[in-house]
């Protein structure tokens, strides 16, 4: 069964303390890694799309690695506007095409202190 | 990034009424957008698939009638919560695709809250 599973549900920083969220997924034919940051009462917004094991991209303090069974997203120095609701989101191949539907995980909610 | 909007952002309704919820990407074209529904601390949950010209795809357990969804142009889809009940009360998000090359990324909306009375 396609999963896809983020740890952990709740991370407490001090300012400045660099950490990693996982994403373990268990999917055939992966098409894409998504990572997303939601704020409360707001849409999720788009960080990266990741392709293929090995692949890394960066944003500001944000860097997104991908192996063949997980993504990590590690925080560099965070601040306290860093604090959000971390989202991982997998597609799969969909017969020869490249649509097919996110499969989310449930999130990591980021608290960091000043 | 691309942007997606959503009207309205809130909306407070009595039970029994309908409501439509617009969904517009508006710097690129869409031909595939989805419709998601969020419960408190919970992840996004999808409802259906929405393809441009065509019928959309609803999730097991959703119920079409309900929630009815057209897509008449690359960037519009909208969804309409017909006789709404209290338990539809919800965060409704809608999120489109944007191809370029072989490049895929999907961006959202942000969210329109649901309160029926």
């Known amino acids: 069964e396609d999963q896809v599973t983020q740890s952990p549900e709740a991370l407490r920083l001090q300012e400045g303390e660099s950490s990693s969220l996982n994403c373990s997924y268990t999917?055939?034919?992966?098409?894409?890694l998504f990572w997303y940051r939601q704020d409360p009462g707001k849409g999720p917004e788009f960080l990266f799309t990741l392709y293929s094991a090995g692949e890394e991209k960066e944003k500001e303090r944000l860097k997104a690695t991908l192996t063949k069974k997980e993504s990590f997203l590690h925080i560099t120095a965070p601040k306290p506007e860093d604090s959000a609701t971390y989202l991982c989101a997998v597609r799969k191949s969909h017969g020869s095409s490249n649509t097919g539907k996110l499969i989310f995980g449930q999130g990591t909610t980021l608290q960091v202190k000043p | 990034g691309a942007v997606v909007s959503q009207h309205p952002s809130r909306v407070i309704c009595k039970s029994g009424t309908s409501v439509k919820i617009e969904c517009r990407s508006l710097?690129?074209?869409?031909?595939?957008m989805f419709w998601y529904r969020q419960f408190p601390k919970q992840s996004l949950m999808l409802m259906a698939t929405s393809n441009e010209g065509s019928k959309a795809t609803y999730e097991q357990g959703v119920e079409k009638d309900k929630f009815l969804i057209n897509h008449a142009s690359l960037t519009l889809s909208t969804l309409t919560v017909t006789s709404a009940h209290p338990e539809d009360s919800s965060f409704y998000i809608c999120s489109a695709r944007d191809l370029w090359g072989s490049q895929e990324t999907q961006y959202f909306g942000p969210g329109t809250r649901l309160l029926v009375l």
């Open positions: 999917v055939s034919g992966l098409r894409g």
């Open positions: 710097d690129f074209q869409a031909t595939t």
